[in-house]
Structures are given as C-alpha cells and as structure tokens.
C-alpha cells in the first residue's frame, strides 16, 4: 500500500489531469478480479471498478488529482518526491486524497483475500476532476448515467479527509450546501468633484454589506450549523484617485444547512437587494445542494467498525465544505466521509501519518467484513 502510495504521489496529477494514476490503479483492481470502465468527458479522466454480481451496491468514492503545490522551496521535501521521514510520508496530495485510495484498494485485497462469499457488489469510482472548477467531467455526469441504467448505489464511502485530531475521530454524515454568486452593483461614474453628478456604487454598497453581516439566515439544526455568507472579493474603481466608478462587483457565497434553500437564500438575498432601491445584477452559481444520512444502518456500519479497530467512537457531523457526496446523493444513498487527519491538506508540507494510513485501511477493511454480514 505505502509503495503505491508513493508511485501516486510521485505523479503530478494537478487537477485536472490524472496524468497516469489511474493506469497504476487499474493494474492493481485487475489483479483482484474488479472489471475497470474508464469513463472520460473531454479534458477529464474518471475510473469505475466493480466486482460482484449481485446484492447490494457499495461505492468507495475518492479523486486522484490534486491542488497545485505553491512555492516548492518552501517545503521540507519536494512536493512530489513521496519522501518518508520516520513515520510520516510527505507530498502533495499524501491527505487528499491518494492515501485513502490507496487504503481503498488495499482494504478490498484483504477482504476479499478473507474468502468470504461476497454479499453485495463493491465498487471503487474516482475522478481526476474534484478538485477543480470546470464542470466537465465531474462526477455529477457519472452519477446522471448511472441513474439513467438504473445503477443505484447503496452505501457510499468518500475518502475526503475528515479526520480532526487522531484517525477516524470525526465522519462525516453529510456536508452543507454552496451556493455563490456575482453582484454588480451599478451607480453612475463622473468627477469626484462634483457629487451631485455621480451616484457612488461603493457608498451604495456599505449599507448593504452591513445588512449582510448581520443578517440570520437559519439557525442550522442537530446536524448542522447554521448557513453562513462570506464575501471573498470586492473590485471597483477605475485607477484614477478624481473619478467616482460607474460599478461595483462584489463575489460572495453561502454555505447553507439543510435549512435553508437555493430558493430561498435567493429571496432573502434579492429582497435587501430591492429594499435598499438598488440597481444592481447577479448571477448565481450553485455548486452543490447539503446532504444529510438519515438512516441509520450505514452509519451504525461505519461507527461500530472505527470502535472495533481503534476502541473510540468518531463524531458524527456535518461540517466542512463540499464533497463529491452530494452528486451521489441523488441517488437516495446512504453516504459516509472518512478519511485522514485534514490538518496539513491543500498546505506546504502536506502529510499523512503512515501509522495512521494503516489504522483507515483497517477500518476500510472492517467495514466491508461487517458489511457483508448483514446481508
């Protein structure tokens, strides 16, 4: 497992390219049998294993590319050398999220080295597109043709890094929506001299950003906190210090519980939009609606199986950002998320414990025993 580990990490598969993991993958489920698909949408690579012919479908979900490294002389070890100092293996990508693939295809080996008659159809689907913006290719149009030949999952595990402070401590049972957005604000651009002939676009908007900060969107619930708005961009102006602009761009976004609606954040939002008689336009762009694992026999699967191999339960909840969850989450499937501690992911010096990569493949493998015996 840690040598093929390193093989991935030693692949610069910066989203969106695979660049060659899946061919490693690949030989490796072969080998144990799983019938390989690659599915491909223009510029991005996709991987769906099976093996089983009949029974129930678990899905373990996971991505090979990774996020660019930054600057490369600041870290310990180069980013892509997979080096392994004591007892942590250093690398972009190590947390999120080769090692849980790895762990992934390690913990079907074992299990399905223990003999057992398999009672349900195991699948392993990653993406080389998780994490970047361009919609062509992620898993949402895997899951729609799945649902289309009536190829439903079951019990989905993603690999994300969950993780807090110890392996397994937190699972995720689901994850909050996102949905962002682009607001022009338009006023009318003239000499700062002469404020009677210019209507200022960035004044108009201070009122509007403190509403924003103090408005309650819904007060979240057992699972979730509560939807919050963040704006990550302001940009106005035309570089000279004597004119008032014509507009204003402001780029925000919330990450909503289950709460709250697409609907409904649009309302509220475009509401204090007209209340304050602006002249403004948006357009939004939802990346993802929350989910949330109700049912229970799933997630008794995942609690029970982590308590058995390190004597602790993990916390069950909903936090974080979003996942690749909420396409499969169409499906009606019941679906965990754990993985590694998150501390150093998308970070200079990103790694895993190697000890710890053993205890996640070890419960990996558990939860596919437990699995199969209540069927």
């Known amino acids: 497992m840690i040598e093929l580990l390193q093989k991935l990490i030693q692949i610069k598969s910066i989203s969106p390219k695979d660049m060659g993991c899946f061919d490693l993958i690949e030989a490796e489920l072969k080998q144990l049998n799983f019938r390989c698909e690659r599915i491909n949408y223009q510029n991005v690579?996709?991987?769906?294993?099976?093996?089983?012919?009949?029974?129930?479908l678990f899905c373990f979900l996971g991505h090979t590319d990774v996020v660019p490294t930054g600057p490369e002389e600041k870290w310990k070890y180069p980013p892509f050398s997979a080096t392994i100092d004591g007892d942590i293996l250093y690398g972009r990508g190590t947390a999120d999220m080769k090692a849980p693939v790895a762990a992934f295809i390690e913990s079907a080996k074992e299990f399905l080295n223990l003999k057992?008659?398999?009672n349900f159809r195991?699948?392993?689907?990653?993406?080389?597109?998780?994490?970047g913006t361009s919609k062509d290719g992620f898993?949402?149009?895997?899951?729609?043709?799945?649902?289309?030949?009536?190829?439903?999952?079951?019990?989905?595990l993603v690999g994300e890094p969950t993780s807090s402070e110890k392996v397994a401590d937190c699972?995720?049972?689901?994850?909050?929506?996102?949905?962002?957005?682009?607001?022009?604000?338009?006023?009318?651009?003239?000499?700062?001299?002469?404020?009677?002939?210019?209507?200022?676009?960035?004044?108009?908007?201070g009122e509007l950003i403190s509403k924003l900060n103090k408005k309650v969107w819904d007060n979240g619930n057992a699972a979730f906190d509560p939807t919050s708005?963040?704006?990550?961009?302001?940009?106005?102006?035309?570089?000279?210090?004597?004119?008032?602009?014509?507009?204003?761009?402001?780029?925000?976004?919330f990450r909503f519980s289950t709460e709250s609606t697409e609907e409904s954040l649009k309302t509220d939002f475009e509401s204090m939009l007209n209340e304050l008689h602006l002249n403004y336009h948006i357009d939004w762009d939802l990346n993802g609606n929350p989910y949330y694992t109700k049912?229970?026999?799933?997630?008794?699967?995942?609690?029970n199986s982590v308590e058995e191999i390190t004597g602790y339960s993990p916390e069950l909840n909903a936090k974080g950002g979003t996942s690749?969850?909420?396409?499969?989450?169409q499906m009606d499937t019941e679906i965990i998320e754990l993985g590694p501690v998150n501390k150093s992911i998308h970070q200079i010096d990103e790694h895993v414990k190697i000890s710890e990569l053993l205890i996640l493949k070890d419960i990996y493998k558990k939860i596919l025993s437990n699995l199969n015996q209540s069927f």
């Open 295 to 303: 049912d229970n026999f799933f997630k008794d699967i995942v609690s």
């Open 116 to 118: 057992e008659k398999l």
């Open 229 to 253: 708005f963040q704006i990550s961009n302001i940009n106005s102006g035309t570089g000279a210090h004597n004119v008032v602009p014509g507009e204003l761009e402001l780029i925000f976004n």
């Open 171 to 205: 699972v995720r049972i689901g994850r909050r929506g996102s949905l962002g957005g682009s607001l022009k604000i338009f006023g009318k651009q003239g000499h700062i001299a002469y404020p009677e002939k210019v209507v200022n676009p960035i004044l108009l908007s």
């Open 139 to 156: 898993i949402d149009k895997i899951i729609e043709k799945m649902i289309q030949d009536d190829e439903i999952i079951d019990f989905c």
């Open 122 to 131: 195991l699948a392993i689907l990653l993406t080389s597109n998780e994490e």
């Open 45 to 56: 690579e996709n991987l769906y294993a099976t093996i089983g012919d009949s029974g129930k």
């Open 324 to 329: 690749d969850g909420r396409f499969v989450a």
